[in-house]
C-alpha cells in the first residue's frame, strides 16, 4: 500500500527566509508524488508534481520539490518566504497509473511571519 | 478557478437526514474524485468514477453512495447522517496525473 508522511505539524519560517516542509513516501515500484496547497476556506490547488525525470521539480508560485530515492523524501522548497504562502500544505501519492485516486498525508501548516 | 463546481457550498442539518452534494467537473474530464476532510481523519479518498463507472473505492461508509451521470456531473448521497459526519466534501477531476479540486461543501450536521 502507498503511504506518505509529513513529521511537521507545523512549520515557522521568517519572511524571506527559506522554507521546507518535509514528505517522505512508501510506495511499491516508481512514486508518482504531488504537492498541494489549501488556502483558508478553499480547495486544493496543485503546485507540482514528480513522475519521472529531473530530481527537482519547479511548480506554481516560486515552489520547487526535491525527489531523493535513496532518502524516500519529496520535500516541498521555496528559497524565499512570502507573508501570502501561509497555508496548509499536503503531500501526496497516487498509483501507478492515470485517473488514480491520490493517498494524502496528514499536511503541514506553514506560517511565514513577516 | 480550478473549473470544478461544487454545491452547495455549506450545509446544516441534522442527525438521521440524508443530503446530496452535487460536483460538475472540468469540461472534458471523464474521473471524479470524491475526499472527505476532517479535523482527526485528515484528507481521505471516498470513491471514484470514471465515464459514469465507478472505478475505485475508499474509506466509505455503507451510509454513503455515489454516482456520475451522463453528463459527467457527480452526487454524493449521505444518508443517515452522524455527528462524525461533519466535514469538508471535496469533488476532484482529472485528465490523467493532475487533479483540480473544488471548493468543496462544508456538512455540518446537528
Known amino acids: 500500500a502507498q503511504s506518505v508522511a509529513q513529521p511537521e505539524d507545523q512549520v515557522n519560517v521568517a519572511e524571506g527566509n527559506p522554507l521546507t516542509v518535509k514528505c517522505t513516501y512508501s510506495v511499491s515500484g516508481n512514486p508518482y508524488l504531488f504537492w498541494y496547497v489549501q488556502y483558508p476556506n478553499r480547495g486544493l490547488q496543485f503546485l507540482l508534481k514528480?513522475?519521472?525525470?529531473?530530481?527537482l521539480v519547479k511548480g506554481s508560485y516560486g515552489f520547487e520539490a526535491e525527489f531523493n530515492k535513496s532518502q524516500t523524501s519529496f520535500h516541498l522548497k521555496k528559497p524565499s518566504a512570502l507573508v501570502s504562502d501561509s497555508a496548509l500544505y499536503f503531500c501526496a501519492v497516487r498509483g501507478l497509473s492515470g485517473n488514480t485516486p491520490l493517498v494524502f498525508g496528514k499536511g503541514t501548516r506553514l506560517s511565514v511571519i513577516a | 478557478d480550478s473549473g470544478v463546481t461544487q454545491t452547495p457550498k455549506h450545509l446544516i442539518t441534522a442527525t438521521g437526514q440524508r443530503v446530496t452534494l452535487r460536483c460538475s467537473p472540468r469540461?472534458?474530464?471523464?474521473?471524479v474524485y470524491w475526499y472527505q476532510q476532517s479535523l482527526d481523519q485528515g484528507l481521505q479518498f471516498l470513491i471514484q468514477?470514471?465515464?459514469?463507472?465507478?472505478?475505485a473505492k475508499g474509506n466509505i461508509l455503507e451510509r454513503f453512495s455515489a454516482q456520475q451521470f451522463p453528463d459527467l456531473h457527480s452526487e454524493l448521497n449521505l444518508s443517515s447522517l452522524e455527528l462524525g459526519d461533519s466535514a469538508l466534501y471535496f469533488c476532484?477531476?482529472?485528465?490523467?496525473?493532475?487533479?483540480?479540486f473544488g471548493p468543496g461543501t462544508r456538512l455540518t450536521v446537528l
Open positions: 476532484a477531476s482529472s485528465v490523467a496525473d493532475e487533479q483540480f
Open positions: 514528480y513522475i519521472t525525470g529531473d530530481n
Open positions: 468514477y470514471y465515464n459514469g463507472e465507478e472505478r
Open positions: 469540461s472534458g474530464d471523464l474521473s
